[in-house]
């Protein structure tokens, strides 16, 4: 029985990047258990994705078949449930994402699985795999395990692990597509992509970010000269988009976006669990406040105790000093 299979997201000709983080984890409890991470790919005409996914996981199988070039769950599923009840995977682990959501529940239940969605945080505690979701709205986390059960299912949050390092040398296992019909209740039709703004902050390896202690929507601009110092993008946290100072697409947090920036500045944000919550990929954090308590600095690796007003300049100044 192999220990963990992720399902591998794509979509547009590219691999998401939650398959990566999901295999990150995945590999570390595949090793506490002392079994193997496998990925099940499913499309049509992925062998360049399978050499990719090779690289990450000890095993990739690929269900090639033309109805599976674009997702749909109903024929997902039928794909996937005689594969699984072959394969006999300890735990199996699908993004949460749209797709994931929309397939991830009937999936569990044909297969008799327990599912726990969302989750953040997985680990083995004894024979268990015990996973940690949120809940009241990101109040309190919670661990949940099945008590019995000899598999299992999560999904996966984005951005709430590493991408995992491409230093494997997976096998590549073809498995004969179960499909005998296609379904006419369910069809895919077109990808409608919602609306762009100017930059993606999900992407972007460096943001600077404020929060209510930037005060007036004229002091906005400082904080964007910083972030083009530092060759970055701003964001913000809920307030600033209430007060209609900056677009929803640049907010961070669980009413916002998840983002993984290398760097993370967060200018006068106090650091209520709702924003500290679309932080979990971030490498470092670096908080101003000039309230020495703020939750904030519970989660930044560095931290800077006074008025933004003057730390700012002062920042700016010294990077562009450096860029001479």
């Given amino acids: 029985m192999p220990g963990v299979l992720v399902l591998a997201e794509h979509r547009r000709k590219a691999i998401q990047s939650i398959t990566f983080e999901m295999l990150s984890r995945g590999r570390e409890v595949a090793a506490q258990l002392k079994k193997e991470v496998s990925v099940v790919l499913l499309g049509h005409q992925v062998q360049a994705f399978a050499q990719e996914l090779a690289k990450v996981a000890h095993k ?37 994402t749209s797709c994931g959501m929309d397939l991830a529940p009937a999936l569990a239940v044909e297969l008799g699985f327990p599912l726990v ?3 953040i945080a997985l680990e083995r505690q004894g024979k268990k795999v015990v996973a940690t979701r949120q809940v009241y709205g990101g109040k309190i986390n919670v661990r949940v395990s099945a008590p019995s059960a000899q598999q299992g299912m999560a999904t996966i949050r984005q951005a709430a692990f590493p991408p995992a390092e491409p230093n494997l040398a997976g096998g590549i296992v073809s498995v004969p597509s179960p499909l005998t019909e296609d379904i006419d209740y369910k069809k895919f039709l077109e990808y409608v992509e919602v609306a762009a703004g100017d930059v993606d902050i999900t992407a972007s390896n460096v943001l600077v970010a404020i929060g209510r202690g930037i005060k007036e929507q004229k002091n906005v601009q400082m904080a964007q000269d910083l972030a083009a110092a530092l060759g970055g993008v701003l964001a913000c946290s809920r307030p600033v988009v209430d007060a209609g100072w900056l677009p929803h697409d640049r907010q961070v947090g669980s009413s916002g976006k998840n983002v993984k920036p290398k760097l993370y500045i967060a200018l006068g944000i106090s650091g209520a669990f709702q924003h500290v919550a679309g932080l979990r ?28 007003f003057k730390v700012i300049p002062v920042l700016k100044d010294k990077l562009l000093e450096m860029k001479k």
């Avoid at 024929?75 to 594969?83: C, D, G, R």
């Avoid at 670096?286 to 933004?308: C, E, H, M, T």
Wanted: hydrophobic share 45%.
């Fill in 117 to 119: 969605t969302d989750c």
């Fill in 281 to 308: 990929g971030v490498e470092t954090v670096i908080a101003v406040n000039k309230d020495a308590n703020a939750p904030i600095f519970s989660v930044a690796q560095y931290g800077i105790v006074g008025d933004l």
């Fill in 60 to 96: 990739v199988y690929v269900i090639d078949d033309k109805r599976l070039e674009n997702f749909n769950a109903e024929l997902y599923q039928k794909a996937l449930v005689p594969f699984m009840k072959d394969l006999k995977p300890t735990l199996t682990l699908i993004g949460h």
